[in-house]
């Protein structure tokens, strides 16, 4: 079964277009997404999941549940990069410690979109507070990973350079953040029927989207993929280990949270993946001396496209094993 999973994730036509754009680079095609196109495409996956996700709690309201999965993902955010930072300072610096910390503790919010792709393809949804856990689970990781820097720096000069509030309200404001609290709060307020209007837009076109959104992936990835090779052996290493560990261990002990398959995978999913818009932005500010040419293609070069072809099937494999 776990066979079939997985063969259908590789030949899923978002994914493969995720191959297209690193083939195009390999090639040395002149393909690429206007920047313009590719940032309305972003603000568009965000505001589609969050504005669903919103309409669908409206549909369920707050229960005990809800309560106990919000918890569930900060504690998630703020447990990862506490243990990563101290496996990681042991090879590298402080501040790049800290920001890859952050990185591994923070979420992607395009791996939740291929998530919840994945689960469509197999018939099976998460619940439309999921979104709001992810949006959570962005910034507390940052905060946690900026308090280390703070304490670790000997030098000092991060605590003086850092601003923790600034970090904070940076993390809360960013974009991605913001447009996907903001659809999700819109969904859950909107008039029903009026929301039956945008459906088209927000539902019937989506997959379409994702698919030239992961193309353009392919071809970022392919791009950075090389500029953290010089770091050697233990950021690649890193870079798988963590996610199949984080997946792994949430894929199990979400079961103690929730008893919908769906909701525990986009957990495990969750647990899993790695920021690559909200946390660099952030460390512009919070971490200047760490290099964006480490955590970012870790990110993006490695995890993202681990987490979208093995570890979906094998998380899901581990969720269904243990319900």
């Known amino acids: 079964m776990e066979f079939q999973i997985l063969l259908s994730n590789l030949t899923n ?70 243990y990563t930072f101290f496996i990681l300072k042991m090879k590298l610096s402080i501040s790049d410690a800290g920001a890859i910390a952050a990185t591994y503790g923070s979420v992607s919010a395009v791996t939740f979109v291929a998530a919840v792709s994945f689960l469509d393809s197999q018939s099976i949804t998460s619940d439309g507070h999921m979104v709001a856990v992810m949006a959570l689970m962005e910034s507390p990781a940052i905060i946690v990973g900026v308090i280390l820097m703070m304490k670790f720096d000997k030098e000092g000069s991060q605590s003086q350079e850092t601003d923790l509030k600034t970090v904070i309200h940076h993390s809360f404001t960013n974009g991605s953040v913001l447009m996907v609290l903001g659809s999700l709060i819109i969904g859950l307020i909107a008039d029903t029927k009026q929301a039956e209007g945008i459906k088209p837009f927000t539902t019937d076109i989506f997959k379409g989207f994702l698919a030239i959104f992961l193309l353009e992936m392919g071809m970022v990835t392919a ?69 964006p040419g480490l955590y970012v293609p870790m990110a993006l070069g490695v995890t993202f496209p681990f987490n979208i072809t093995v570890g979906m099937p094998l998380y899901f494999f581990i969720v269904n094993y243990f319900s």
């Open 223 to 291: 791009t950075r993929f090389s500029s953290f090779l010089k770091y050697g052996w233990f950021v690649t290493v890193f870079s798988l280990a963590i996610p199949i560990c984080n997946g792994c261990v949430v894929s199990y002990l979400s079961q103690f949270v929730t008893n919908e398959i769906g909701n525990r995978f986009i957990f495990a999913i969750l647990a899993a993946s790695a920021s690559y818009i909200a946390v660099p932005a952030a460390m512009r500010l919070a971490a200047p001396k760490a290099d």
């Open 13 to 82: 036509p978002t994914l493969l277009f995720f191959v297209l754009g690193i083939i195009a680079v390999w090639l040395k095609s002149d393909l690429q997404i206007p920047e313009s196109s590719s940032k309305f495409i972003s603000l568009y996956l965000l505001f589609s999941i969050g504005f669903k996700g919103g309409q669908e709690l409206a549909h369920g309201g707050i229960n005990q549940e809800i309560v106990y999965s919000l918890f569930f993902g900060l504690l998630i955010a703020s447990i990862i990069p506490l």
